[in-house]
């Protein structure tokens, strides 16, 4: 194994069981990402590239084939080891932020590292400096509610990032945010990638969310049909 | 980590006030019902423990028997047939530690221009002992008394506080029956009787004076009752069996014939009494119980509803790595923070209603840290045996199904 190789999946498929028998979702997928990469993922909807997504975060596991992540192959571990993952391997930000509305900003930031067992003191610092750093200083003691769509995505990925973590997992992060929000969150995510190697893998509908990325990988009906470098050129040839 | 927890089911609680109240009450009103129910059934069984106490232990009372007088019955003591001598002979017997016999009668009992009636009670010194009741100034009267059949009196609390008032009733000389009789002691308090007489309010006298000087009868030497004391409770049946031969010879029955007296054994009797308290008091718990019960189940209840309200947040913690034992330990830390909150708010309103029933009904009420305790530990594990429930759906989830709910 690469050294710097972080996820590793061969021949990967996914099943969902319903009362008319299995209906197939993902179909052998094989697709390795390297440290430092910034992927997109595109494809219409029911190609299956949020289950993949799901797959790929540990918060769903798939029928067959194996998922290397980090090292590790999912499949093996047990429960409380995938949470750990969750918890300091991957961050994940969703298309619907997915914020505690009852909580501070703060304490939706430093909410992982409640999980991870950092005392307090700790645990608020880091909040604060994950909010300035994307650009919401001050806002400590707001609640969800209070800020809008696009700084509560900010928030979101703060509390992705507060664990250090080695992949940010997006789900349609700007599918909710109007186009010029959705800008400003994809330059924070090239930012992370550019300045510090943070490896992303985005899923967008959007072909200009899809050009910040480095790399194309597109999901038709659950097979991987096109993987490749993204040229802004060539973007404009893929229908989408 | 506990402390974040603890914090979070705190905010949690507080974010729907009305309905984690609520949920508080029916744990509240459940211990309360425990604890003043505790305290009344144990009010009665002090009560009850009191007067057996009182009466005096391994305690047998013969009474006069049957007669049957041309076809006609008469009930028990209808013909005295017990008499001193009779008692003397039942003292004599291995398994019999003291006897008594008793003429009692109710006599106006006068001292200077206040009068009282009540009940004098012919005796001999050892049914002091039997009843287990000290005298509280002076002396008792002994047997020298009883032979000289002498006119001194030793009178009970009550009547005491009714002739006397303040003044020290110690030598002085009273009428009963317009005989004068000289006040030698004052029996101890006794308080009430397992029928609710007040034994204070009574009087002593040897029990030959009672024979010939007050409640004589047409049958000389008699007396209405004996009260015998057996030696150990292990006694009792062969006392009894002892005493029943004893008097039907002395009484020169024939094989066939019914007794002429009856031997009751008051102690267990009294024992009845105290396992019927028992019994209300253990019932009484547990009717409280049950509401202590449906408190639990509220607890339950509410933490449902609160898991499927909150199962996208859930999904969120579980998204960012939280374990399946920190969602439990967060659903079971609310329903802890409510039960015991409930139980502490409990147990105070469990005593304060127990002192308002004991003010206002004058009911006796026994609160023991030991009911208190039960109460709060039975309520604590009731909340967090419902609370697991909830808490384990809650950890159970599946993070995508979670994640989607809306």
């Keep these: ?138 806002y400590g003691n707001s609640l969800p509610s209070q800020i809008s769509g696009g700084q509560q995505q900010r928030v979101a990925i703060a509390r992705a990032l507060i664990n250090q973590p080695r992949l940010i997992l997006a789900d349609e992060p700007t599918g909710n945010l109007d186009s010029k929000t959705s800008h400003g969150i994809m330059r924070l995510f090239t930012q992370l990638n550019h300045d510090e190697g943070m490896t992303i893998v985005l899923v967008t509908h959007e072909r200009d969310i899809a050009a910040y990325a480095k790399r194309l990988v597109k999901f038709v009906d659950g097979r991987v049909t096109h993987d490749g470098a993204v040229e802004v050129r060539f973007m404009e040839e893929i229908p989408s | 980590m506990i402390g974040a927890m603890l914090s979070e089911a705190w905010h949690a609680m507080g974010a729907n006030r009305l309905r984690s109240f609520l949920t508080m009450l029916g744990m509240m009103i459940g211990v309360a019902a425990v604890i003043m129910m505790l305290a009344i059934g144990r009010g009665a069984q002090f009560v009850v423990d009191q007067s057996i106490a009182s009466m005096g232990s391994n305690l047998f009372i013969i009474l006069s028997g049957t007669a049957t007088s041309g076809g006609l019955r008469l009930g028990t003591g209808a013909v005295p047939t017990l008499t001193i001598n009779d008692a003397d002979a039942i003292a004599e017997l291995p398994s019999v530690a003291a006897v008594a016999p008793a003429l009692p009668g109710t006599a106006q009992l006068v001292y200077g221009s206040n009068n009282w009636s009540t009940l004098v009670v012919g005796t001999t010194p050892s049914a002091l002992s039997i009843r287990d009741w000290n005298i509280a100034a002076g002396y008792a009267f002994t047997g020298a008394d009883v032979r000289a059949a002498t006119r001194v009196v030793l009178l009970g609390q009550t009547v005491v506080r009714n002739l006397f008032g303040n003044e020290n009733p110690l030598g002085k000389t009273i009428r009963i029956k317009q005989s004068p009789f000289i006040v030698i002691g004052v029996l101890a308090v006794k308080g009430q009787s397992l029928d609710g007489r007040d ?45 029943t031969e004893l008097l039907r010879q002395r009484h020169h029955l024939p094989e066939r014939a019914e007794s002429d007296f009856d031997i009751r054994n008051l102690t267990a009797l009294a024992n009845a009494a105290a396992q019927t308290t028992r019994v209300m008091s253990l019932m009484l718990g547990a009717i409280a119980s049950v509401s202590l019960l449906v408190g639990g189940i509220g607890i339950m209840n509410i933490m449902l509803v609160s898991v499927t309200e909150r199962t996208r947040e859930i999904g969120i913690r579980i998204a960012i790595g939280a374990r399946e034992r920190d969602i439990r330990l967060q659903f079971l830390l609310e329903a802890i923070i409510i039960s015991l909150i409930g139980c502490v708010v409990g147990v105070f309103s469990g005593v304060g209603a127990a002192i308002l029933v004991n003010l206002v009904a004058s009911t006796a009420v026994v609160i023991t840290m030991s009911s208190v305790i039960l109460a709060f530990a039975v309520a604590a594990s009731v909340g967090i045996f419902f609370g697991f429930y909830p808490a384990n759906k809650a950890a159970r989830l599946k993070p995508i199904e979670a994640l989607r709910y809306q």
């Design chain 1, 1 to 138: 194994m690469a050294q710097n190789e972080i996820i590793r999946i061969t021949h990967l498929d996914k099943q969902y069981e319903t009362d008319a028998g299995p209906v197939p979702v993902l179909r052998d997928i094989t697709l390795t990402i390297q440290a430092g990469e910034f992927v997109a993922i595109m494809g219409p909807s029911g190609s299956g590239k949020s289950t993949f997504m799901n797959i790929v975060g540990c918060i769903d596991l798939a029928t067959r084939g194996t998922y290397v992540l980090d090292g590790s192959d999912v499949s093996t571990l047990d429960k409380d080891q995938l949470a750990r993952l969750r918890n300091k391997t991957i961050g994940f930000v969703f298309q619907g932020f997915n914020l505690l509305p009852r909580a501070t900003l703060e304490e939706n930031v430093s909410l992982p590292l409640i999980y991870a067992g950092v005392a307090k003191a700790e645990r608020s610092k880091r909040a604060l400096e994950l909010l300035d750093r994307v650009g919401l200083a001050g």
């Design chain 2, 199 to 243: 034994q204070d309010d009574s009087a002593m006298i040897p029990v030959t004076t009672a024979q010939r000087k007050l409640f004589g009868s047409q049958f000389p030497g008699t007396v209405r009752f004996i009260m015998a004391q057996a030696i150990s409770a292990r006694a009792m049946p062969t006392a009894e069996k002892e005493m």
